[in-house]
């Protein structure tokens, strides 16, 4: 769940909590990222704000979007 009581958007806590998976370990370079449904059903957001968190992912370089394959953990 995200923390409604953040200033922080929701978005942003999404990709922090996801980056912290990757970097754990518990989501291994090259596997994909669980599907938009599932992140908001476990994290309780919408599908915008799950496209913005992937987005943002991109954008630190910590996943890599194939169209029609969906998104991987990148290698490093």
């Known amino acids: ?3 409604e009581m953040s200033p922080v958007p929701f978005y942003i806590q999404l990709a922090d ?3 912290k998976q ?3 370990g518990k989501l291994k ?6 599907s938009e449904s599932t992140l908001q059903q ?3 957001v919408a599908r915008g704000t799950v496209r ?3 987005r943002l992912l ?3 370089g910590l996943v890599v979007t194939f ?3 969906g998104t991987y953990v990148s290698d490093k």
Do not use: C, K, N
């Open 22 to 24: 990757i970097e754990s």
């Open 67 to 69: 169209t029609g394959r």
């Open 1 to 3: 769940m995200v923390d």
């Open 42 to 44: 476990e994290y309780g």
């Open 52 to 54: 913005s968190a992937v």
């Open 17 to 19: 909590a996801l980056a």
């Open 58 to 60: 991109r954008e630190r």
């Open 29 to 34: 370079p090259r596997q994909p990222l669980p």
